[in-house]
């Protein structure tokens, strides 16, 4: 299976949520206010993520196989249905309260649930849902895509660039360089 834009995103969801995974194993009751912000940022990208595939991939999924479309919807209401549940459980951590200690280790349990949940989910999707895509999802695209979103966009492929191989860096690079020639020659056709 060849890299697509699909299999590096995944690639940057997962080490973010093993980052977080990190961070919660690790966490006493003095961190409760990092916890919850880190989780918070967390939990937007992954609802982001989900957002933009179904509104960029599931209608021309759903032109070539509506099981797979219904079965995609289906893992993303799921999973942000589990994802309101452990938002629920972070807003209800206490630092100062004589449990939290309890309850960051059964937040770590839940996470550890979803965490399995979710990384099946992301599998099933780059073998199956998605595998005959490879052509609608390049690398530059994305690149391209970011570039365009300013300095957020640039922060996102930063941090996307700690994921990638040095074929997937390639193509990143390349959007960058076609990027600074358009701003640099404005009046090319870029």
Known sequence: MSATALTVIHKHLRREMFDFSM?????????????KAAFAELAALLRTHAA?????????????DTDAAARLLRDHERLDAELDRLSAAVRALDGSSARCT????QLHLDWNRYLGAYLLHLDDEERDVFA????????EGIAQSALAQGEEGKRFLDRLWSVTTPTE???????????AYCA?????AC
């Open 23 to 35: 961070r919660l194993f690790r966490a006493g009751p003095h961190q409760v206010p990092a916890i």
């Open 52 to 64: 933009q595939e179904e509104a960029r991939l599931e209608p021309a999924l759903n032109d070539r």
């Open 102 to 105: 309890d309850a960051l280790l």
């Open 132 to 139: 005959g895509f490879a052509g609608h999802m390049s690398l």
């Open 169 to 179: 860096r390639l193509a990143i690079e390349d959007a960058h360089a076609d990027a």
């Open 184 to 188: 640099e020659n404005a009046a090319a």
